[in-house]
């Protein structure tokens, strides 16, 4: 069983920065496709930033841009860099993980964290 935890999360001004990191344990993710999804209060769980096991990125378009997905196998990490932080990307932000491919389902995947919470002021 994988187990993954978040950290980084807080709060930011509008236009700041926050770095995201989801650590695993239990297996090594390295032939895992890992993503980062958000929710806000009162609306469905939605995919922000996936990476496959190859190190191919993909992101959502609100996103792109603004945020870099990054692995380290090594460190069996994935880290999520947030620049240019708007108002609405205030959310909780969940760390997932699939064999091999990412999608933007929620579904999909097997292994998620509990979460750690981003709020970005006006």
């Known amino acids: 069983q994988m187990q993954l935890v978040e950290s980084g999360g807080g709060l930011v001004q509008a236009g700041g920065s926050l770095r995201l990191s989801c650590v695993a344990s239990?297996?090594?993710?390295?032939?895992?496709?890992m993503a980062w999804f958000r929710q806000a209060p009162e609306k469905e769980r939605e995919f922000v930033a996936g990476?496959?096991?190859?190190?191919?990125?993909t992101y959502s378009d609100s996103v792109k841009g603004r945020f870099t997905i990054a692995r380290d196998n090594v460190g069996n990490t994935l880290n999520l860099f947030m620049n240019s932080l708007k108002p609405e990307d205030t959310a909780v932000y969940y760390c997932?993980?699939?064999?091999?491919?990412?999608?933007?389902?929620?579904?999909?995947?097997?292994?998620w964290g509990q979460g750690t919470q981003v709020t970005v002021s006006s």
């Open positions: 239990g297996v090594p993710v390295s032939r895992y496709g």
């Open positions: 997932a993980a699939q064999w091999q491919i990412i999608t933007t389902t929620p579904q999909t995947y097997q292994y």
């Open positions: 990476i496959t096991w190859l190190e191919a990125p």
